[in-house]
């Protein structure tokens, strides 16, 4: 399964930036996708995530600002950022797994495969 993550940029805070995650030459049904972001310096840190039942799941540092939906096709998974501050800055990942039972959806280790990542910049 490959992954591709795009629609970063640079804005300014409270603008909004949506990120699209596609797949090639498969669909997102029976997968879970997150995204994950990575600042420089800190470690990888979980953002959103919509599992393969479309339960969706928020860090509480993105909660009520963040929203993660898949489309009709089940070929993208979007991540519409709203009220964006600096520290939202970071590259954000997609990342998917067709495991059914993930022990915890928030860790890196529970996906099996990754996009290239985008920056999103965002300026104060």
């Known amino acids: 399964v490959q992954l591709q993550a795009y629609g970063g940029g640079l804005v300014q805070a409270g603008e909004s930036l949506r990120l699209s995650c596609t797949t090639s030459?498969?669909?997102?049904?029976?997968?879970?996708v997150a995204w994950f972001r990575q600042a420089p310096g800190k470690v990888r840190e979980f953002a959103a995530a919509?599992?393969?039942?479309?339960?969706?799941y928020y860090a509480d540092s993105v909660k009520g600002r963040f929203t993660i939906s898949r489309d009709n096709t089940l070929t993208t998974v979007y991540l519409q950022m709203n009220s964006l501050k600096p520290d939202d800055t970071a590259v954000y990942y997609c990342a998917a797994t067709e495991r059914t039972i993930l022990s915890n959806l928030g860790v890196p280790s529970s996906y099996d495969y990754w996009g290239q990542g985008t920056q999103v910049t965002v300026s104060s």
């Open positions: 030459g498969h669909s997102f049904s029976g997968y879970s």
């Open positions: 919509i599992r393969w039942n479309t339960n969706t």
